[in-house]
Every structure is written in structure tokens, then in C-alpha cells.
């Protein structure tokens, strides 16, 4: 009798575990398709745009003198975007990235002038400033479960304000020729900036989308109930994703230091988050985490950047570019809205087509049979 059922046992698990892994597959495959429809709509508009300015700048050559200044002016924005990406697949939003680069600056520049201009120690007391703003945030909202949005928002009242403190509401002159250089030079023609958002974009791409970790961060932001009972220790999760924001912040507080050759917390750092914001939302990242890729976000601070640049070139007055990101996080919003409805319907209908309608019935009679 043991025998037998052993043999029951086998004969039925061969038949339940194709029909779920492909239930699995289908859920992979509606989720990949759709980044990549999101990443194909964001390449076509960026192309439009271009186009667009091209004809509409009169003859003044806007590709081929802007093409990569547009991408030099968005690569601080971009460092902060892909920190904010990550953030957000997993299910947090951290709002005081900008508030956190503007402290990075004070610190850096307080800590070179009063050690002689010591760059190495003012770029480590910045980085780790950075990293302690990412901690703070991540141990707060981890820990003390206290909603992100909140957690991050007063985070940044209080960032904002140290670095105030810090730097007595002055602005601070750094002098520092490899910092000058950073900020200015290029190799090739490319920036030195725009090389560091490509090697920090392409590094975490890869972790995103290769690495066990990058895996796991989806999984959390796709239900924090369902990771936990899966073993995984979601608040170390939620801790590390606000300290690589931090440290993405970080990074980009160094590159504006270098860039402008001052620190003032309150110059090019305010208005930061929603610009990323918008940029991610854009890149089809979802307001409850779980989806969206990093290349994604930068596409979308491609078409944002292009956006800007293009209305600074034919002369719009600047506060219509706030106008144009605004309207574009609106609309992004409201596609992430529809787009969620209609691949969840799609998904479903998929999923009924394509498995053995036998799961579904026993799903249905699973309630009954309790």
C-alpha cells in the first residue's frame, strides 16, 4: 500500500508542476513585454522630440550641437533617477534625493576648506553623508513602518536644513582642479559626467536584471506578505534600496560640486526628486513597485532633458518647463493606471487560454472544500 501511494503521488506531480510553470512564464513574459512596448514608446517620442526641434530650431543645428550637452545637463538628474528607480520597484518613494545631494555639497565643501583643500577626505565625508541620509531614511521606514512618502518628506526638511547649518545659508567656493576637471573635461567628446551615469546606469541594469539581489528587490516591491513567507528579510530589502538612493545622491552631489566649483544646498538640488520622479513613472515604473527597469528611467530622463533643452533653445520662458513636467507626470500617472487595468485583464485572459482550466476549477472549489 505504501508503494502505491508513493506511486500516486509521483504519477500526479508531473502534471501540476508544467501547467504552474507556465502560469510562471506567462507572468514573466506579460511583464517583460510590457517594459519593453514602454522602452520601444519612450525611444519613438525621444526621436519625435529631436525631430521636432530639429525643424522647429530654424537651421541652428539642434542634434548635432545639442545631442550630447542634452545628455551632460541630465547626467546629475540621472544619477539621482536611477537611485530613486530602484527605490521605487520596491514599493517605497524616497523624496528627499535632492535635499540629500545639497547636503553631500555642504559637506564637501565644508571639509575641503577647512582641511586645506584635502579633495580625497572631502569626497569620502560626502560619500558617507550620502550613505548616512540613506540609512536614516531606510531604518525609519523599514523598522519604524512608517509610510515612505512620509518618512522621506520629513527627511527632507531636515537634510535641507542641516545643510543650511552647514554652510551658514553661503554659498561655499571649492578650488580643486580635478574636481574642475570632472566637472568640465571629456574624453572623446563624451563628459566625464556623462562616462559616470553610463558606468553607474549600465552597473545597475545589470544588477537589476542579472543578480539574485536585483530579483529579489522586485519580489518585495511585488508584495512585501508574499516575500516574507518566501523567507526573504524584506526590511534589510527596504534598508539597502534607501542606502544605494543615498549613495546614488551622493555621487551626484559630488559631480554638481564639481560642475558648478561651489556648494549651496539650495542651487540645482531643489526640485530634483520630481523631476525624477517623473523621469521613472515615465520609464513605466509603478506607483506600488514590483515593475519598471532602470533603463527605463534613464530613457525617460532622456525624454525630459531633450524636452527642456529643446524649449531653452527656441526661447520659451523657463517656467513652462516646469508647466511640460508636470504635464508629463500627470500623464504618466494615468498611463500607469490604464496600462496596469489592461495587463491584468490581459493576463488573465492569457493565462485562462493558454493553462489547464482544471487549476482554475480548483481554485474556484478550493473555498467549498473548506
Known sequence: MPLKESSA?????????PAASRVRRLRLLTIASRDVYVDIALLVALGLLLV??????SGSEFLGTNLVSIVDSGAILGLVTIGEVVVMISGSLDISVGSTAGLVTAVVAQVMVHNGGDLALGLVAGILAGLAAGFVNG??????????????LATYSAFLGVALLVTNGAQ??????????????SVAAIPYLVIILIVVAVLAIAGMRYTLLGHTVYAVGGSQIA??????RVQRYILGVFVFSGLCAAIAGVMLVA?????????????????AITAVLLGGTGLTGGTGTVLGAVLGLLVLSTLDNGLLLLGIPSFWQDVATGGLLLIAVLLQDVSGHRSRFAAFRGARRRVDPAIFEEFEDEPAQG
Open 259 to 275: 560642475q558648478t566649483g561651489t556648494a549651496q544646498p539650495t542651487e540645482g538640488t531643489v526640485g530634483l526628486e520630481l523631476t
Open 52 to 57: 521636432i526641434f530639429e525643424v522647429a530650431s
Open 172 to 185: 561655499i567656493g571649492v578650488t580643486s582642479s580635478v574636481l574642475a576637471t570632472l566637472g568640465t573635461g
Open 9 to 17: 503521488i509521483t504519477a500526479e506531480e508531473p502534471e501540476a508542476t
Open 227 to 232: 516575500s516574507r513567507l518566501a523567507g526573504i
Open 139 to 152: 531604518f525609519v521606514v523599514a523598522y519604524f513602518r512608517i509610510n515612505s512618502v512620509i518618512a522621506t
